[in-house]
């Protein structure tokens, strides 16, 4: 039996809301039992997008994360809910049952991730199935996965060594959106945002772009060094939430520079001129 | 997704150019398109002209569009005297989350995209984006309701502070499918609807380009209470 997972690469998302939309498209107004009622036609995120922008102007970057049920292994609904209204399927997906869970309102609550919905007219709690209708039909993935116009979204059985979801995580990189919950959650994240340092160096003398000049970062124990591309930009992308960083600046024939920062928020350091050294 | 067909075969433009074969995109419009020339490009010289033959021979005289663009300061724009009653730029491109005013209907599910609409006291307004430094010194906080104005119009927007504008500049899609106005059938009326390019000139690019100029359009912002 299968057991099914969803990776989720920030990295290739550029927030087109197109799963969101497929989501919609699949369930309002559509019932699945006796996997799912209809998702009532506004007010639900069963594939939520919380949009976090980094950085000032003119340097912001942009993560679109995208939140929908986890579909735990060790899931806070399924203890919840009273005579398995909340319950695992053997391939792994967590299923509200839409019958049973009728008028228990706890349900929504007991999800710290808050991607369980309340549907007043039916009275009834809801969230992603992961298209299990369609699984259950011989689909390969869910909805939002197949729209994905640039694959930011890898679904499988996470335990078929051969499957493209078990080759990615095999590399050892992707994380759970919040691992202190420790609900063994199967919707993992790929380049979940952290901090950066960025900047941009200028030559004083003559008021053009900086290139090529080594810029170091030292902080958190270790030391990375980069050089300004052609507009004098550098950026250290990835690193730890409020801590203290040092940004060394060097170039040949002009004064070195160190500025300290602090990575409560993403920083940048907007304009740094360099000024000639004396000989 | 909509899958291609199979064989398919790319065609990226102007690649038979560079790689000096002859047209094979489907360029009507080009006047060698099937004749001995048809490997240049349908400029006067066959090549790629910095400076155009072609508008130097028909309107040499058009100051706004010279046969060799730069920058020309705007009718409308930040160092023009109306800048004074109106301080900001606002820019209004087409719209990412629906196909001009298609698919944009009332009631639609891109409404709760935030960067589309955004829901406030009962009703669906137009995202107008707004750098952190204008809306703080209007006392306009995220998605707030504002109202857009200038002399032509007034518009009613949810505003959505962020840093991807540059400051002194408004960033809002046109095409919003709704046109909302305060008093029907009356022009110059406030419009809820978020159709901001109500505020934007009708005029052309030059009296030979015959292109809309939105983009050159001066407003400002307050926030609103009804």
Same mark, same amino acid.
């Given at each position: 039996?299968?057991?099914?997972?969803?990776?989720?690469?920030?990295?290739?998302?550029?927030?087109?809301?197109?799963?969101?939309?497929?989501?919609?498209?699949?369930?309002?107004?559509?019932?699945?039992?006796?996997?799912?009622?209809?998702?009532?036609?506004?007010?639900?995120?069963?594939?939520?997008?919380?949009?976090?922008?980094?950085?000032?102007?003119?340097?912001?970057?942009?993560?679109?994360?995208?939140?929908?049920?986890?579909?735990?292994?060790?899931?806070?609904?399924?203890?919840?809910?009273?005579?398995?209204?909340?319950?695992?399927?053997?391939?792994?997906?967590?299923?509200?049952?839409?019958?049973?869970?009728?008028?228990?309102?706890?349900?929504?609550?007991?999800?710290?991730?808050?991607?369980?919905?309340?549907?007043?007219?039916?009275?009834?709690?809801?969230?992603?199935?992961?298209?299990?209708?369609?699984?259950?039909?011989?689909?390969?993935?869910?909805?939002?996965?197949?729209?994905?116009?640039?694959?930011?979204?890898?679904?499988?059985?996470?335990?078929?060594?051969?499957?493209?979801?078990?080759?990615?995580?095999?590399?050892?990189?992707?994380?759970?959106?919040?691992?202190?919950?420790?609900?063994?959650?199967?919707?993992?994240?790929?380049?979940?945002?952290?901090?950066?340092?960025?900047?941009?160096?200028?030559?004083?003398?003559?008021?053009?772009?900086?290139?090529?000049?080594?810029?170091?970062?030292?902080?958190?124990?270790?030391?990375?060094?980069?050089?300004?591309?052609?507009?004098?930009?550098?950026?250290?992308?990835?690193?730890?939430?409020?801590?203290?960083?040092?940004?060394?600046?060097?170039?040949?024939?002009?004064?070195?520079?160190?500025?300290?920062?602090?990575?409560?928020?993403?920083?940048?350091?907007?304009?740094?001129?360099?000024?000639?050294?004396?000989? | 997704?909509?899958?291609?067909?199979?064989?398919?075969?790319?065609?990226?433009?102007?690649?038979?150019?560079?790689?000096?074969?002859?047209?094979?995109?489907?360029?009507?419009?080009?006047?060698?398109?099937?004749?001995?020339?048809?490997?240049?490009?349908?400029?006067?010289?066959?090549?790629?002209?910095?400076?155009?033959?072609?508008?130097?021979?028909?309107?040499?005289?058009?100051?706004?569009?010279?046969?060799?663009?730069?920058?020309?300061?705007?009718?409308?724009?930040?160092?023009?005297?109306?800048? &004074?009653?109106?301080?900001?730029?606002?820019?209004?491109?087409?719209?990412?989350?629906?196909?001009?005013?298609?698919?944009?209907?009332?009631?639609?599910?891109?409404?709760?995209?935030?960067?589309?609409?955004?829901? &406030?006291?009962?009703?669906?307004?137009?995202?107008?984006?707004?750098?952190?430094?204008?809306?703080?010194?209007?006392?306009?906080?995220?998605?707030?309701?504002?109202?857009?104005?200038?002399?032509?119009?007034?518009?009613?927007?949810?505003?959505?502070?962020?840093?991807?504008?540059?400051?002194?500049?408004?960033?809002?899609?046109?095409?919003?499918?709704?046109?909302?106005?305060?008093?029907?059938?009356?022009?110059?009326?406030?419009?809820?609807?978020?159709?901001?390019?109500?505020?934007?000139?009708?005029?052309?690019?030059?009296?030979?380009?015959?292109?809309?100029?939105?983009?050159?359009?001066?407003?400002?912002?307050?926030?609103?209470?009804?």
């Amino acid at each position: 039996m299968a057991r099914y997972g969803l990776l989720i690469d920030m990295n290739r998302c550029n927030g087109c809301y197109g799963c969101f939309l497929a989501c919609r498209d699949e369930f309002c107004g559509n019932d699945y039992l006796p996997h799912s009622a209809a998702q009532p036609y506004s007010g639900h995120f069963w594939m939520r997008i919380v949009e976090r922008e980094r950085g000032a102007f003119p340097k912001v970057k942009m993560a679109y994360i995208r939140i929908p049920c986890m579909h735990c292994d060790d899931a806070a609904c399924a203890k919840q809910g009273p005579n398995s209204a909340v319950y695992k399927r053997p391939d792994g997906i967590v299923i509200i049952d839409p019958v049973k869970a009728r008028g228990h309102r706890e349900i929504v609550n007991s999800c710290p991730y808050r991607v369980i919905y309340w549907n007043e007219e039916k009275q009834l709690p809801q969230k992603c199935t992961f298209c299990a209708h369609l699984l259950d039909q011989g689909w390969k993935e869910p909805r939002c996965v197949e729209i994905c116009p640039t694959n930011a979204l890898i679904f499988g059985d996470l335990d078929d060594p051969d499957s493209e979801i078990a080759q990615r995580l095999a590399a050892g990189k992707a994380e759970v959106l919040h691992p202190e919950y420790g609900m063994q959650e199967k919707v993992l994240y790929l380049g979940l945002p952290r901090r950066f340092v960025a900047g941009s160096v200028v030559f004083g003398d003559t008021d053009k772009c900086a290139a090529n000049v080594t810029v170091t970062l030292t902080g958190e124990g270790e030391q990375k060094t980069t050089k300004t591309n052609n507009y004098g930009d550098f950026e250290f992308e990835g690193l730890a939430k409020d801590k203290d960083y040092t940004v060394q600046i060097e170039h040949r024939g002009y004064k070195p520079k160190k500025l300290k920062t602090r990575t409560k928020i993403d920083v940048y350091l907007g304009d740094i001129v360099l000024s000639r050294s004396s000989h | 997704m909509v899958p291609l067909p199979e064989p398919y075969e790319f065609k990226p433009a102007f690649r038979w150019y560079y790689e000096g074969r002859t047209c094979d995109t489907p360029d009507t419009l080009n006047p060698k398109l099937g004749t001995d020339k048809a490997h240049e490009l349908g400029t006067y010289s066959g090549k790629i002209e910095f400076s155009s033959e072609d508008l130097k021979k028909h309107t040499p005289d058009d100051k706004e569009r010279p046969p060799v663009p730069h920058y020309i300061p705007s009718w409308e724009g930040h160092s023009s005297p109306l800048a &004074k009653k109106y301080p900001l730029q606002m820019i209004s491109p087409h719209p990412r989350y629906s196909f001009h005013s298609h698919f944009d209907k009332d009631g639609s599910w891109v409404n709760d995209i935030p960067a589309h609409r955004q829901f &406030k006291d009962g009703y669906y307004y137009w995202s107008v984006r707004i750098h952190p430094r204008d809306a703080e010194a209007r006392g306009i906080k995220h998605g707030d309701v504002v109202r857009l104005y200038n002399d032509r119009a007034s518009v009613l927007c949810a505003a959505l502070i962020t840093e991807r504008v540059r400051p002194g500049v408004i960033h809002s899609y046109c095409s919003s499918g709704k046109y909302d106005p305060s008093e029907p059938g009356k022009a110059y009326t406030l419009d809820r609807g978020g159709c901001v390019n109500l505020l934007t000139s009708d005029r052309l690019m030059s009296k030979n380009a015959p292109g809309m100029a939105p983009n050159s359009c001066l407003i400002e912002i307050e926030k609103w209470e009804a």
